[in-house]
């Protein structure tokens, strides 16, 4: 028994879920019980609980919950989309360091739940000194996951013990630099003592960054800016800083290639064409920005669109730096790496490809947006109606053009939620309560003025815009539902007089009828101006099961809801885009044909490259989606595009398969996976490795009644046939973590 224990103890200390006697020895971890301090705050309620943030990581308190669940538990610190995260652990004195760790969860219990995809270490000697960077774990790296044995995310939560060993550096403020996912934990964070000697002076370590939790720093969401080769694009710009009382002048200046022009955009709300430009020693210009800032971290501290505008340059590199009142960030060097988004042959017809929340403002401010969305393939634009002013005249003419440049217009619209917000002061609209007093949610049987007004509203808005779409954002209640409403006096006389036995199917009615009420306003209004009625879904209703226990899609689709919605907000690592395209496929298997438009994020959930994003999207096509939503407009930049326009590049010729097709069950023989979609005598296969345990090869064993021929459809090439009956295909990956076939006669 004894034995045993020891065994169990090894195994918990190994995997990092118990701690090490050195962790909680005040003379070995050196960061114990030592202050904290973070730009940006931790901003997740339930973590918050207590406001002891400052010393979660610090305390020597793990989480004790069997199921890894830290974001429960106050002696956590969490962070909700928060882009970049900069913090420091204060030891007091300069000290030798031997190592830094810090625990993560992750396993992607959540689709979003994930450990940070890139973090790094910074050490500074004091309070005026400079921070320099001592080691680095990057999802950018490839080789890097695997030196620090990075656990898979495979659905169930884990707790992981970064380490960065062997660092024979010193310190008195040890920082941590990371990129969070849609939701990012941590626990505990150790420093611990090593035994060489402190020197006066830094010689031969890593260069001088930007790094602080006192003064602002500028980022990028990646270690490479991208530059598109063929049209104008994004590039986002985020902002971490200390809080100030006041507002603070700033000034950020960028030094590009003179061949990478700034054509559009802003930073900080300062226009592109209000910056100053210098031509610096050939090939570089300079622009500088100037404006003031209360120093408040975001993600979307700046959008700016570039465009190459003339020979790629010589030096691909680009350098920015920025200061805020008295402090001065020291210059930082980035790669600049060009994508191409060359012209599509084809634009999809039958498939929305659209940008969805990023909304018409993004495209009206997006210099040469036509030649831009017909590069990517997009055939949708998205105005979003929650906040739409019939009278804004600009905005129709915009949509009114673009739907001339033979666009679809996809109208989202966060329904009911608008109605909230200008009615706060209307008590009618929540539960009534029997003491006089009321809830703070929607009734479910409220039908008075502000829910013919909140009816109206989208009407109207319909009425203006004609979309053939629109994707709703209706998320009322928590996921148990009305909880409110046994004890609502108005939800019972309703109940009681509709002689409905049970709570479970009264509240399903509620729903069924508030959403026929909303597609009868819109199909009317349409109507009206002689448009074509449109398709109408929500976010995350999905067929087999009922929102928030009150939305039945099954009950709606197909006759007033025509799309299932699935959401997986993910950060994109290996194993998420198999978790997309099996979500997609499990709703498609309860469809009798491919109403399908799941919900992707463009990096808000953590950011991740383009050929990531190209795989994503492909298991959404090719298990049942006719088209892919995306939640947010704020990391939209080059190198997402590139990929996106290289998956509709790949499917477009195809769109009928997808559209008409059914599910085809095929399987592989060893590792790897495979997904399809077959019409006729002709089939698409998606063939994937993203872990690479194929090592490079996945055999699909298929049952074809006739010869086909194997097409690839990135490549544009033919690879092979394969005979009748039962065969099997090798499909050789090459470098690639998933192939796009198109198999036919």
Same mark, same amino acid.
């Given at each position: 028994?004894?034995?045993?224990?020891?065994?169990?103890?090894?195994?918990?200390?190994?995997?990092?879920?118990?701690?090490?006697?050195?962790?909680?020895?005040?003379?070995?971890?050196?960061?114990?019980?030592?202050?904290?301090?973070?730009?940006?705050?931790?901003?997740?309620?339930?973590?918050?609980?207590?406001?002891?943030?400052? %010393?979660?990581?610090?305390?020597?308190?793990?989480?004790?919950?069997?199921?890894?669940?830290?974001?429960?538990?106050?002696?956590?610190?969490?962070?909700?989309?928060?882009?970049?995260?900069?913090?420091?652990?204060?030891?007091?004195?300069?000290?030798?360091?031997?190592?830094?760790?810090?625990?993560?969860?992750?396993?992607?219990?959540?689709?979003?739940?994930? $450990?940070?995809?890139?973090?790094?270490?910074?050490?500074?000697?004091?309070?005026?000194?400079?921070?320099?960077?001592?080691?680095?774990?990057?999802? &950018?790296?490839?080789?890097?996951?695997?030196?620090?044995?990075?656990?898979?995310?495979?659905?169930?939560?884990?707790?992981? /013990?970064?380490?960065?060993?062997?660092?024979?550096?010193?310190?008195?403020?040890?920082?941590?630099?990371?990129?969070?996912?849609?939701?990012?934990?941590?626990?505990?964070?150790?420093?611990?003592?090593?035994?060489?000697?402190?020197?006066?002076?830094?010689?031969?370590?890593?260069?001088?960054?930007?790094?602080?939790?006192?003064?602002?720093? $500028?980022?990028?969401? *990646?270690?490479?800016?991208?530059?598109?080769?063929?049209?104008?694009?994004?590039?986002?710009?985020?902002?971490?800083?200390?809080?100030?009382?006041?507002?603070?002048? $700033?000034?950020?200046?960028?030094?590009?290639?003179?061949?990478?022009?700034?054509?559009?955009?802003?930073?900080?709300?300062?226009?592109?064409?209000?910056?100053?430009?210098?031509?610096?020693?050939?090939?570089?210009?300079? +622009?500088? &920005?100037?404006?003031?800032?209360?120093?408040?971290?975001?993600?979307?501290?700046?959008?700016?669109?570039?465009?190459?505008?003339?020979?790629?340059?010589?030096?691909?590199?680009?350098?920015? /730096?920025?200061?805020?009142?008295?402090?001065?960030?020291?210059?930082?060097?980035?790669?600049?790496?060009?994508?191409?988004?060359?012209?599509?042959?084809?634009?999809?017809?039958?498939?929305?490809?659209?940008?969805? &929340?990023?909304?018409?403002? $993004?495209?009206?401010?997006?210099?040469?947006?036509? #030649?831009?969305?017909?590069?990517?393939?997009?055939?949708?634009?998205?105005?979003?109606?929650?906040?739409?002013?019939?009278?804004?005249?600009?905005?129709?003419?915009?949509?009114?053009?673009?739907?001339?440049?033979?666009?679809?217009?996809?109208?989202?619209?966060?329904?009911?939620? /608008?109605?909230?917000?200008?009615? /706060?002061?209307?008590?009618?609209?929540?539960?009534?309560?029997?003491?006089?007093?009321?809830?703070?949610?929607?009734?479910?049987?409220?039908?008075?003025?502000?829910?013919?007004?909140?009816?109206?509203?989208?009407?109207?808005?319909?009425?203006?815009?004609?979309?053939? +779409? @629109?994707?709703?954002?209706?998320?009322?209640?928590?996921?148990?539902?009305?909880?409110?409403?046994?004890?609502?006096?108005?939800?019972?006389?309703?109940?009681?007089?509709?002689?409905?036995?049970?709570?479970?199917?009264?509240?399903?009615?509620?729903?069924? #009828?508030?959403?026929?009420?909303?597609?009868?306003?819109?199909?009317?209004?349409?109507?009206?101006?002689?448009? =074509?009625?449109?398709?109408?879904?929500?976010?995350?209703?999905?067929?087999?099961?009922?929102? %928030?226990?009150?939305?039945?899609?099954?009950?709606?689709?197909?006759?007033?809801? %025509?799309?299932?919605?699935?959401?997986?907000?993910? =950060?994109?690592?290996?194993?998420?885009?198999?978790? @997309?395209?099996?979500?997609?496929?499990?709703?498609?298997?309860?469809?009798?044909?491919?109403?399908?438009?799941?919900?992707?994020?463009?990096?808000?959930?953590?950011?991740?490259?383009?050929?990531?994003?190209?795989?994503?999207?492909?298991?959404?096509?090719?298990?049942?989606?006719?088209?892919?939503?995306?939640?947010?407009?704020?990391?939209?930049?080059?190198?997402?595009?590139?990929?996106?326009?290289?998956?509709?590049?790949?499917?477009?010729?195809? #769109?009928?398969? @997808?559209?008409?097709?059914?599910?085809?069950?095929?399987?592989?023989?060893?590792?790897?996976?495979?997904?399809?979609? *077959?019409?006729?005598?002709?089939?698409?296969?998606?063939?994937?490795?993203?872990?690479?345990?194929? *090592?490079?090869?996945?055999?699909?064993?298929?049952?074809?009644?006739?010869?086909?021929?194997?097409?690839?459809?990135?490549?544009?090439?033919?690879?092979?046939?394969?005979?009748?009956?039962?065969?099997?295909?090798?499909?050789?990956?090459?470098?690639?973590?998933?192939?796009?076939?198109?198999?036919?006669?």
């Amino acid at each position: 028994m004894l034995g045993l224990c020891l065994l169990l103890a090894s195994i918990l200390v190994s995997c990092g879920l118990a701690q090490e006697p050195r962790d909680v020895d005040p003379e070995q971890n050196i960061a114990l019980n030592r202050p904290v301090t973070y730009c940006s705050a931790p901003n997740y309620r339930l973590t918050a609980k207590g406001d002891t943030d400052g %010393q979660d990581l610090t305390d020597g308190k793990l989480t004790a919950r069997e199921d890894q669940h830290m974001w429960f538990e106050s002696l956590a610190v969490g962070w909700s989309y928060p882009g970049r995260v900069n913090l420091a652990v204060d030891l007091g004195e300069v000290q030798p360091i031997d190592e830094v760790a810090i625990r993560f969860l992750g396993g992607s219990v959540q689709a979003g739940i994930c $450990m940070p995809g890139w973090v790094e270490v910074m050490v500074s000697d004091g309070p005026d000194k400079p921070y320099v960077k001592v080691a680095e774990y990057s999802k &950018w790296t490839p080789g890097d996951r695997e030196k620090y044995g990075i656990p898979r995310n495979e659905g169930t939560a884990w707790v992981h /013990r970064l380490r960065f060993e062997n660092l024979r550096t010193q310190g008195r403020f040890v920082g941590v630099r990371f990129y969070g996912a849609g939701l990012t934990c941590s626990d505990e964070m150790y420093v611990f003592k090593g035994h060489h000697t402190v020197v006066p002076e830094r010689k031969g370590e890593a260069t001088v960054t930007d790094f602080t939790v006192t003064g602002a720093q $500028m980022y990028l969401h *990646k270690p490479v800016l991208h530059v598109a080769r063929q049209i104008v694009a994004p590039l986002p710009v985020g902002l971490v800083a200390a809080t100030a009382d006041k507002e603070l002048p $700033m000034t950020v200046s960028i030094d590009l290639p003179d061949s990478v022009k700034v054509v559009g955009g802003s930073i900080g709300g300062v226009s592109w064409d209000e910056a100053k430009t210098a031509l610096l020693r050939s090939p570089f210009r300079r +622009y500088t &920005w100037e404006l003031s800032s209360k120093g408040v971290s975001s993600k979307t501290f700046g959008r700016l669109y570039l465009k190459l505008d003339g020979p790629e340059p010589i030096r691909h590199t680009a350098t920015y /730096r920025l200061t805020w009142g008295d402090y001065s960030a020291p210059a930082v060097t980035v790669p600049i790496e060009i994508v191409d988004v060359p012209p599509q042959p084809v634009i999809p017809k039958r498939l929305m490809s659209t940008l969805s &929340w990023a909304g018409l403002s $993004m495209a009206m401010a997006w210099p040469e947006w036509h #030649e831009a969305f017909q590069a990517i393939g997009l055939n949708t634009v998205t105005p979003s109606s929650t906040w739409f002013d019939p009278s804004k005249q600009e905005i129709i003419d915009f949509v009114d053009d673009a739907r001339d440049k033979g666009y679809k217009v996809q109208m989202i619209d966060s329904t009911w939620h /608008r109605m909230l917000s200008r009615n /706060r002061n209307r008590p009618e609209m929540f539960a009534q309560f029997e003491d006089g007093t009321t809830g703070k949610k929607v009734c479910p049987s409220y039908r008075g003025e502000c829910y013919e007004g909140e009816l109206k509203r989208v009407a109207d808005a319909a009425r203006a815009l004609k979309p053939n +779409y @629109i994707d709703c954002d209706i998320e009322l209640w928590g996921w148990q539902g009305p909880t409110d409403a046994k004890k609502c006096t108005r939800c019972r006389k309703d109940k009681e007089q509709s002689g409905i036995e049970t709570w479970e199917e009264w509240q399903l009615r509620k729903g069924e #009828e508030m959403w026929i009420d909303l597609y009868e306003a819109v199909q009317g209004a349409l109507k009206d101006v002689d448009a =074509p009625p449109c398709e109408m879904a929500v976010y995350d209703f999905r067929p087999g099961r009922d929102y %928030q226990f009150f939305w039945p899609f099954d009950r709606l689709y197909p006759k007033y809801m %025509q799309t299932g919605q699935v959401s997986t907000y993910t =950060p994109l690592e290996p194993g998420h885009p198999a978790l @997309i395209g099996d979500e997609v496929r499990g709703d498609r298997e309860k469809l009798p044909r491919s109403d399908q438009f799941p919900w992707l994020t463009p990096g808000d959930a953590g950011t991740f490259s383009g050929e990531s994003f190209y795989y994503a999207i492909l298991e959404c096509y090719c298990n049942g989606a006719r088209g892919v939503n995306f939640w947010s407009n704020r990391v939209w930049d080059a190198d997402l595009l590139a990929g996106y326009a290289r998956a509709i590049r790949a499917v477009a010729p195809v #769109e009928d398969i @997808i559209v008409d097709g059914d599910l085809f069950a095929a399987e592989v023989d060893g590792p790897g996976r495979v997904s399809g979609i *077959k019409s006729g005598d002709e089939i698409i296969l998606l063939v994937a490795d993203y872990y690479g345990d194929a *090592k490079g090869t996945v055999n699909v064993k298929l049952n074809v009644d006739e010869d086909l021929r194997v097409y690839d459809l990135d490549a544009k090439a033919e690879k092979g046939v394969v005979k009748a009956g039962g065969a099997v295909l090798s499909v050789d990956l090459g470098e690639a973590k998933a192939v796009a076939l198109h198999l036919r006669p």
